[in-house]
């Protein structure tokens, strides 16, 4: 099993950054895919960034993209969301989360984190 835990939520103005941190537990992390998926008050979990279990691939929603930067240290266990630029339509919740298909993460994981919330404010 693994065991996922969010921090570096906050709030910040627009234009701002925030990095994320998702520290997991497991021997097994370095064999598992992540993600980064978000919900917003009133809307759906939404899919914003995955990275391949040895992080040579990366993947991001357009909404995202050229502003959010996913990565992962396995020999610390911890997967980053590096997000710039930020605008208010960034606001929700934000969850990470862990499956050991990288195709599969697109859409869900096996485990998740408790969510860590970030405020953009205009």
């Known amino acids: 099993q693994v065991q996922l835990v969010e921090s570096g939520g906050g709030l910040v103005q627009t234009g701002g950054s925030l990095r994320l941190s998702c520290a997991a537990s497991?021997?097994?992390?370095?064999?598992?895919?992540m993600g980064w998926f978000r919900q917003a008050p009133g809307k759906e979990r939404e899919f914003v960034a995955r990275i391949s279990a040895r992080g040579a691939i990366t993947d991001y929603a357009d909404s995202v993209k050229g502003r959010f930067t996913i990565s992962r240290d396995n020999a610390k266990n911890t997967v980053y969301l590096q997000m710039n630029s930020l605008k208010p339509e960034d606001t929700a919740v934000y969850y990470c989360?862990?499956?050991?298909?990288?195709?599969?993460?697109?859409?869900?994981?096996?485990?998740w984190g408790q969510g860590t919330q970030v405020t953009v404010s205009s």
């Open positions: 497991g021997r097994t992390f370095s064999s598992y895919a």
């Open positions: 989360a862990a499956h050991p298909n990288y195709a599969t993460i697109r859409s869900r994981g096996d485990y």
